[in-house]
């Protein structure tokens, strides 16, 4: 089965990551796709602003490997594209 294809509960599984990691990574990666292509940037672009490789951007909006890529780096993407960040944490009922 395709990663694309697996529900969020079972690529964690697989990924042996907690499956809230894994919602939340996916959307900051949407996030990134979205408003990079809304700015009409490439990815070749964003990743010199980066300092990462063009690849190393397609993977990160792939999602492929999104157990190895942290909340630093989509962070730091999401920096470079303008946006700020403000972590909040909360008990679970």
């Known amino acids: 089965m395709a990663w694309k294809e697996m529900s969020v509960n079972v690529l964690a599984k697989a990924l042996d990551v907690n499956p809230m990691e894994v919602r939340e990574k996916q959307k900051l990666i949407q ?29 990160i909006e792939s999602g492929v490997g999104t157990a190895k890529v942290t909340f630093d780096i989509l962070l730091n993407v999401l920096n470079t594209l303008g946006y700020e960040f403000k972590i909040e944490f909360k008990k679970a009922a």
Request: no cysteine.
């Open 31 to 59: 996030l990134i796709v979205k408003t990079r292509k809304k700015e009409g940037v490439s990815q070749a672009t964003l990743a010199k602003k980066v300092g990462v490789t063009q690849s190393r951007i397609a993977q």
